[in-house]
Antibody, heavy 122, light 107 residues
């Protein structure tokens, strides 16, 4: 059974870079037809797709975040990561990593990490 | 970006009630529509994909319908464990987008 687990600092100062890692267990991150995705949710609000990566390194980002976001993959560690630069309080949220099965019809998020709260504050 | 709009924002219902949630896309998305259930402090869970296909392990009281721009999620007989927030999500194009959520509360 595939499991995803987010890790990283829970507190980031304004203007700094938020860095999170998602560790995939139970299967190789390189196998299958999956996009590895980051999604966030501010407290009491809805879900916002940030971006995704395929194990080839191909990425897609939400346009409003594109200038600040980098998603990368380390297949040797079975991990993928999120970097979000120049953070403000508006970036405070629970961050989820998720697997999008693009081989499904239609693609869907069939596996999620538990989420990790990141607070931006000085 | 495709906007997804759910209604209602929240609803109160009793155990055993039939509940219907609506999701509307800002443009046609064929049947590329998924539904998720989220309980407090937990990650969303996939319920329905492709507008009407039940994810493995999801109870049959959940059903979905629709195509194009209008979709519905129906819970035929609400159970105590169904009190949660429900989100629709389109997979027609990138960026993936979600509805704002519908909170189902106990009456």
């Amino acid at each position: 059974q595939v499991q995803l687990q987010e890790s990283g600092p829970g507190l980031v100062k304004p203007s700094q870079t938020l860095s999170l890692t998602c560790t995939v267990s139970g299967a190789s991150i390189s196998s299958g037809s999956f996009y590895w995705t980051w999604i966030r949710q501010p407290a009491g609000k809805g879900l916002e797709w940030i971006g995704r990566i395929y194990t080839s390194g191909r990425t897609n980002y939400k346009s409003s975040l594109k200038s600040r976001v980098t998603i990368s993959v380390d297949t040797s560690k079975n991990q993928f990561s999120l970097n979000l630069s120049s953070v403000t309080a508006a970036d405070t949220a629970v961050y989820f990593c998720a697997r999008e099965d693009w081989g499904a019809d239609p693609p869907n998020f069939d596996c999620w990490g538990q989420g990790t709260l990141v607070t931006v504050s000085s | 970006d495709i906007q997804m709009t759910q209604s209602p924002f929240s609803l109160s219902a009793s155990v055993g009630d039939r509940v219907t949630i609506t999701c509307r896309a800002s443009q046609s998305i064929s049947r590329d529509l998924n539904w998720y259930q989220q309980k407090p402090g937990k990650a969303p869970k996939l319920l329905i994909y492709g507008a009407s296909s039940l994810q493995s392990g999801v109870p049959s009281r959940f059903s979905g319908s629709g195509s194009g721009t209008d979709f519905t999620l129906t819970i035929s007989s609400l159970q105590p464990e169904d009190f949660a927030t429900y989100y629709c999500q389109q997979s027609y194009s990138t960026p993936r987008t979600f509805g704002q959520g519908t909170r189902v509360e106990i009456k």
